[in-house]
């Protein structure tokens, strides 16, 4: 079975820093798709980022960005320019290259403070 | 386009009774997944509807049930609640040929006591 770890429970950055959010994962599928999804105080999941593992160049939207070490099993997420409204928790997730029944697998999370 | 909604928003049960929550998909999706949040933690997969049929389950017991509406809504049963499943519950739905990208709804938050 497919597993995400995050390994950091919590992280704090300065406003307008930069933070790096980090993401492991196991599968013995050579193709899949790999998220960042963000979890507000209003509990609304929201994707932030989606990279395909078949793809070698590392996603971006505009002040976030991944670094996709598909060796590595590795899936780090590197928010810019961090803003208060960044607060929120982080989860990892992975999903089967399936045109359907994909189903999200999640890790535990990363809770992101934005300290003024 | 109309985003995914879920009612209630929250909901108090008894162990030993059982809940319906709902959820409407997004304009034009017609796959729903439903997954359970325990505070503090990542969401679980309980099972994925598509075309009305149940598309693939996750490691929950019979008690939890879905239907899946023709205007491709949603219903998650629970049957015989138990301290445990006390949860946030979220609905996602997505295109079928795009099961990858999944849009969730705000949640609802049970409380079992």
């Known amino acids: 079975a497919q597993t995400v770890t995050q390994s950091q429970p919590e992280m704090s950055v300065q406003e307008a820093e930069t933070v790096t959010l980090s993401c492991t994962y196991d599968?013995?599928?050579?193709?899949?798709?790999l998220f960042w999804y963000k979890q507000p105080p209003s509990r609304q999941m929201i994707l932030v980022i989606r990279q395909e593992a078949y793809k070698q160049q590392n996603a971006t939207e505009n002040r976030f960005s991944v670094n996709f070490q598909k060796a590595a099993k590795s899936f780090s997420l590197k928010i810019s320019d961090s803003q208060l409204g960044d607060a929120a928790m982080y989860f990892c997730a992975y999903s089967e290259q399936e045109t359907s029944g994909s189903r999200l697998t999640f890790g535990e999370g990363t809770q992101l403070t934005v300290n003024p | 386009e109309t985003g995914v909604t879920q009612s209630p928003t929250h909901l108090i049960k008894t162990r030993g009774q059982q809940v319906t929550l709902r959820c409407s998909s997004q304009s034009g999706h017609n796959t729903v997944s439903w997954y359970q949040q325990a505070l503090g933690q990542g969401p679980q997969f309980i099972f994925q509807?598509?075309?009305?049929?149940?598309?693939g389950r996750g490691n929950f017991p019979p008690r939890f049930s879905g239907l899946q509406f023709p205007n491709y809504s949603s219903e998650l049963n629970v049957n015989a609640l138990e301290l445990d499943d006390s949860a946030l519950y979220l609905c996602?739905?997505?295109?079928?040929?795009?099961?990858?990208?999944?849009?969730f709804g705000p949640g609802t938050r049970l409380t079992v006591t």
């Open positions: 599968t013995s599928e050579s193709d899949y798709y």
């Open positions: 509807y598509y075309r009305e049929e149940e598309n």
């Open positions: 996602a739905s997505s295109l079928a040929n795009r099961g990858y990208e999944q849009y």
